[in-house]
């Protein structure tokens, strides 16, 4: 199954359509950390994180993790080993927090770009997460609660996303 957005006002994944958001400054191939853009190309799917004491758990064919206070993405471009990765909280490096005091990470799933030879400074924590506005992102696929759940239903572990 293949998740497709086309443009960057909708996602279609077999017959269902939903209105989505992405980068402030649209869709390209050259993506840099921090430009805003969401990267162009084919990706897999990470697990389905969630933030349990706001959601409970919802019902996917992902792999699931709570989120904790202390999980950050790394976005730190000098710290090779952790980039676009997982950790916990570090005080010396930049993160991206899960743990957010608004609803955007309440589920949140990462896009896999840059990510098995990643590369510091190509683009890092590009992410499905929520929206209420549809309000540009700094890079990241963003839906409405409701759509990201009936998404979830859909997905499973093969699932891709093509960006174009």
Request: glycine fraction near 6%.
């Amino acid at each position: 199954m293949t998740i497709i957005l086309k443009n960057k006002h909708s996602l279609k994944i077999d017959s269902f359509k939903f209105k989505c958001c992405v980068g402030k400054k649209g869709i390209s191939r050259e993506k840099i950390e921090g430009d805003k853009k969401t990267p162009k190309g084919i990706f897999g799917l990470e697990k389905l994180y969630y933030r349990g004491d706001r959601i409970k758990k919802p019902f996917t064919k992902l792999k699931c993790q709570k989120i904790t206070e202390n999980m950050v993405w790394c976005n730190n471009v000098k710290d090779k080993i952790n980039y676009n990765k997982l950790i916990n909280i570090k005080k010396k490096s930049s993160h991206e927090k899960l743990y957010r005091k608004d609803f955007k990470y309440d589920l949140v799933i990462p896009i896999k770009y840059n990510w098995k030879k990643r590369i510091p400074g190509k683009g890092s924590c590009i992410f499905l997460h929520l929206t209420r506005t549809y309000k540009p992102t700094a890079g990241c696929v963003a839906l409405s609660k409701k759509d990201f759940l009936i998404m979830l239903k859909l997905i499973n572990t093969k699932t891709k996303i093509k960006i174009f």
